[in-house]
């Protein structure tokens, strides 16, 4: 797809409409009965719409993009290189989400990227970002007027034959404010929640996808406390929950407890989704014409595969784009060691799926596993990276990748040096609570030096 097709398609592109004004659409997907509409019409009020089922009743695969964000004509074609072309006709996923931030504050270009998704063939639940919003937006009432017109609804629901969605936007739009948004929930939204989660069953998947964290980093609030309260509350009942967000540009699992206010009889899964466009499609492009688009924490840019299960069981998975070896583990150590030094230098795996709980071990050569430890340090690979761009006296790319932050899925183990002179191999592998026992190897060489 070359620039003057794309120009093509944003001008011709069709407006869509949202299906309703005010009540929030709920496609249910045949054989499932058809709910019987109540004739309500004020706040948290339902549409129910029969759809075909795209999900089986004994599995079923969902494509989850985090944060496309172009805000140009050629980042939309990276996002269609990079991202969805290699997944047309090698996937089994049936269903789709996107976690807002469309476009990078471009509203003109929301129909190519709608389209550009929509390509994959199966249908797509699209939620809003910060930066899908009106532009010279004055109230967080009508902040997504365009988005309405050419996407659709910012909240709406799909019941399948294993789980339950739930698409919610979940920003607060401050205008003249810094930042100018807030995680958050509308009181129509939860007029609807409050409506409608009673009426699914307890023995599904319920998953709910929006585009702001639940959760807080330290020195960065992501949510309003009461709204978490009150969501928190009304999912309380559901023994089967999981919480869909992007935003970050990083990934991490966070299983929410009752020191953050969650009251269910188990914690709260939030699978924080990496970016789509990584770091905003930033860093060296490779033969193929495309950014590296490594996020902060180290990740590769790429998507998430949510596979249900009966009874509310899941798993998550964690893909690099066009990465053909399906990399886990991004694997980084010194090239050669003096044989006999202090073993103060290792090697670090970052575990794109790792959360605290995870477990990590390594050998060399074959020999015994020995445990790693999870460092909050950021991802050396990155750093290396970082100083490539520092030591460079051009460009090497239309815009540097990210400065290194800490990830929160980094381990580390130091390398042994009494060994035999010449080169070891280094294996590591990871108990993912998923798939299984993940690997990745790489080596290290010991020199004899003259003292």
């Known amino acids: 797809m070359n620039r003057s097709f794309l120009i093509t398609l944003l001008l011709l592109a069709p407006t869509v409409h949202a299906e309703t004004t005010a009540c929030v659409p709920v496609a249910v997907e045949a054989p499932q009965p058809l709910p019987q509409a109540d004739n309500w ?9 029969r759809v075909p089922a795209s999900v089986r009743s004994d599995a079923g695969q969902v494509l989850v993009f985090g944060d496309p964000q172009p805000r140009s004509v050629e980042q939309v074609d990276y996002f269609r290189r990079d991202i969805v072309l290699p997944l047309r006709g090698h996937t089994q996923a049936r269903l789709g989400l996107t976690l807002g931030d469309l476009v990078d504050d471009a509203p003109d270009l929301l129909p190519a990227v709608k389209q550009t998704t929509e390509q994959l063939g199966i249908p797509w639940m699209f939620a809003p970002g ?18 309405h017109r050419l996407i659709g609804p910012d909240t709406q629901a799909r019941q399948t034959a294993l789980a339950n969605f739930v698409v919610l936007d979940d920003v607060i739009t401050l205008p003249g404010q810094k930042p100018a948004y807030i995680g958050g929930l509308r009181e129509d939204q939860y007029a609807f ?12 998947l319920l998953v709910l996808a929006m585009h702001i964290p639940l959760f807080d980093k330290i020195d960065e609030k992501n949510f309003r406390d009461a709204d978490r309260t009150r969501l928190f509350a009304l999912l309380a009942p559901f023994p089967h929950v999981l ?29 924080n989704v990496g970016a789509a466009c990584g770091a905003y499609w930033s860093g060296v492009k490779d033969a193929d014409g495309i950014p590296d688009a490594r996020m902060g924490d180290g990740s590769p840019n790429g998507y998430a595969v949510l596979t249900l299960k009966p009874m509310g069981g899941y798993a998550l998975e964690w893909h690099a784009a066009r990465d053909p070896a399906d990399t886990q583990i991004g694997l980084h150590a010194p090239k050669a060691l003096r044989r006999g030094a202090y073993p103060a230098w290792g090697v670090f795996a970052n575990y794109y799926m790792g959360d605290d709980a995870s477990r990590l071990e390594f050998r060399v050569d074959d020999g015994e596993w020995k445990p790693m430890k999870k460092v909050d340090l950021p991802d050396p690979s990155l750093t290396e990276e970082n100083m490539r761009d520092d030591l460079a006296e051009a460009l090497r790319g239309f815009d540097r990748s990210p400065e290194a932050e800490i990830s929160p899925h980094l381990w580390r ?12 191999r280094i294996e590591v592998r990871a108990f993912d609570r998923w798939r299984g026992v993940l690997t990745a190897s790489t080596s290290y060489t010991l020199l004899d030096a003259a003292p």
């Not at 019409?41 to 719409?49: A, E, I, L, Q, S």
């Not at 910060?130 to 988005?147: K, P, Y």
């Not at 929640?193 to 599904?204: C, E, N, V, W």
């Open 41 to 49: 019409h004020g706040p948290g009020c339902m549409v129910y719409r």
């Open 130 to 147: 910060n930066h899908d919003i009106d532009r010279g937006t004055t109230s967080d009432a009508t902040a997504l007027t365009v988005f």
């Open 413 to 424: 183990a130091a390398l042994p040096t009494k060994l035999a002179a010449g080169a070891h």
């Open 193 to 204: 929640l409050q409506r409608y989660l009673p009426t699914l069953p307890k023995d599904k």
């Open 243 to 271: 919480i869909l967000s992007a935003h970050s540009h990083g990934q991490r699992n966070v299983f929410h407890d009752a020191s953050d206010g969650w009251l269910g009889a188990t914690p709260l899964h939030e699978f």
